[in-house]
């Protein structure tokens, strides 16, 4: 059914999400934005930073400068270099989908390309992706827009009717479903605080699975 899988990174490959939105709810909090971590959740899950410039500008009075993005980013990296871990079963199945699609899988996320690669070579997964990594950032847009998606798919020389996409954001699922792949959820634990199960199906998500190890037997399904 499937010839090849794209996977998002953030809150699929690695447990970042926490971490990130922790460390931005300090930052603008720093710029003057009076946000709460679930505020920031609401606004920044699974969008990138930058797009939120408007938002930035009208709750903070500031321009959104290059110097602040930053600021922020050098701040989340050092956060991400000392706290991330893997998605519990990642390490498996990424070797097993490695395999199972003749290296046709690939790193498909909104972040920019130096948050994806520390984060790959963090938790020792940037092997399996090394030439495969595709940023939201070198796109003409980003997330929930197609680009990514279809920019890795043409890469793997794969249709993207043809391609399985790995999510967990309503923001990521809709940029799938928009390249015309066929797009699963990853519902953590930790995820189910921030986003709904509901959110996803009604992004286009068409399987939720709670744990990495699941996808194994839905492939086998399919």
């Known amino acids: 059914m499937f010839d090849a899988i794209l996977f998002d990174c953030d809150g699929v490959l690695v447990d970042s999400e926490p971490i990130t939105l922790a460390v931005l709810t300090q930052s603008l909090n720093e710029a003057g934005w009076a946000i709460t971590l679930a505020e920031c959740t609401a606004h920044f899950l699974g969008r990138a930073v930058k797009d939120q410039a408007k938002l930035f500008l009208e709750m903070t ?113 809709q940029a799938g479903v928009q390249a015309g792949a066929t797009v699963w959820a990853y519902l953590s634990d930790t995820n189910a605080q921030r986003v709904q199960a509901s959110q996803l199906i009604d992004a286009g998500a068409q399987r939720i699975f709670t744990h990495i190890d699941q996808l194994h037997q839905h492939l086998m399904d399919c």
């Open 61 to 173: 009075g500031q321009s959104l400068t290059d110097a602040w993005l930053i600021k922020f980013r050098e701040a989340r990296d050092k956060a991400l270099s000392a706290q991330l871990k893997v998605i519990p079963g990642v390490h498996e199945f990424v070797e097993f989908a490695h395999k199972r699609f003749d290296s046709k899988i690939a790193c498909a996320s909104g972040a920019d390309r130096v948050k994806i690669e520390l984060q790959l070579r963090k938790v020792d997964l940037i092997k399996w992706f090394e030439g495969r990594i595709f940023s939201g950032h070198e796109m003409p847009r980003t997330k929930p827009a197609p680009d990514v998606y279809l920019a890795a798919a043409m890469h793997l020389n794969i249709k993207p009717k043809y391609c399985l996409v790995i999510e967990d954001t309503p923001t990521g699922v």
